[in-house]
Every structure is written in C-alpha cells, then in structure tokens.
C-alpha cells in the first residue's frame, strides 16, 4: 500500500471563531503572526500558496487555506512555530482547529480515493 503523504497535494485548514472577549486585540495580534508565519513558508517554497477567508454570515469568525506538499504540511503541523502559534490562538480565539486533507489536484484525489478503497478492501468492508 502506498503511503497517503507520499508526493500528494494538501491543504492544512486553520479555523477560528469570534475573538476571546476582552481579548480581541490579541487575536489580532496573533493572527498578523499567523500570516507572518505563512509568508515566510512561501517565500522559502515550504508551501505553494496561503488564503485568508473571513465569515460574512452566521457570526464572527473565519478560515485559513495552506496549500502545498502534504508531507510538508504534515511535518509544519508538528514544529515548534506552529505548535506555539496555535497554542496561542486557542487562548485568543473561541472554536480554534486545524485539519490536513489531501486532494487539490485529481491526481492526489484519486491516489487518497484508491488507498481508501484498498484499506477498506483489506478490511473486507468492500
């Protein structure tokens, strides 16, 4: 069975909701960090691209995309500049996570579909 980080494409999604009250001013503080943090990572080609997407309906709060290597992004979610910047924004923020998925191009989403079906297969669910 082939590995799923392998050569895949990923995206690591960052969400967050309203600001921690009486804490808001940190939370931007943090934020601009983050947003440091991820130029720096694409500057230095550690990821292809970041966007940044705010709630227009249903509350405060929004999403960060990272895109790139899934390896990478996998690698990224364990070192000590993430581990403290999202050790931060969970103090500032309400509803902080992160997910790693893997897709974005229709060959890694074939390759995640394929080691899915084998790992089912294997499991005789299939």
Same mark, same amino acid.
């Given at each position: 069975?082939?590995?799923?980080?392998?050569?895949?494409?990923? /995206?690591?999604?960052?969400?967050?909701?309203?600001?921690?009250?009486?804490?808001?001013?940190?939370?931007?503080?943090?934020?601009?960090?983050? +947003?440091?943090?991820?130029?720096?990572?694409?500057?230095?080609?550690?990821?292809?691209?970041?966007?940044?997407?705010?709630?227009?309906?249903?509350?405060?709060?929004?999403?960060?995309?990272?895109?790139?290597? +899934?390896?990478?992004?996998?690698?990224?979610?364990?070192?000590?500049?993430?581990?403290?910047?999202?050790?931060? /924004?969970?103090?500032?923020?309400?509803?902080?996570?992160?997910?790693?998925? /893997?897709?974005?191009?229709? /060959?890694?989403?074939?390759?995640?579909?394929?080691?899915?079906?084998?790992?089912?297969?294997?499991?005789?669910?299939?």
């Amino acid at each position: 069975m082939t590995p799923i980080s392998g050569a895949l494409t990923g /995206a690591a999604v960052f969400r967050w909701g309203a600001p921690v009250p009486g804490r808001e001013g940190l939370a931007l503080q943090v934020f601009e960090r983050f +947003l440091q943090w991820c130029d720096d990572l694409a500057k230095t080609g550690r990821i292809h691209a970041h966007e940044e997407w705010m709630s227009v309906t249903g509350g405060p709060g929004g999403l960060l995309i990272m895109s790139g290597p +899934l390896e990478d992004l996998l690698q990224l979610q364990s070192e000590d500049e993430a581990l403290r910047l999202r050790q931060e /924004a969970t103090l500032v923020v309400t509803h902080f996570e992160v997910q790693v998925y /893997a897709g974005g191009t229709d /060959a890694s989403l074939q390759q995640v579909l394929r080691d899915w079906t084998e790992a089912a297969d294997d499991l005789d669910l299939l």
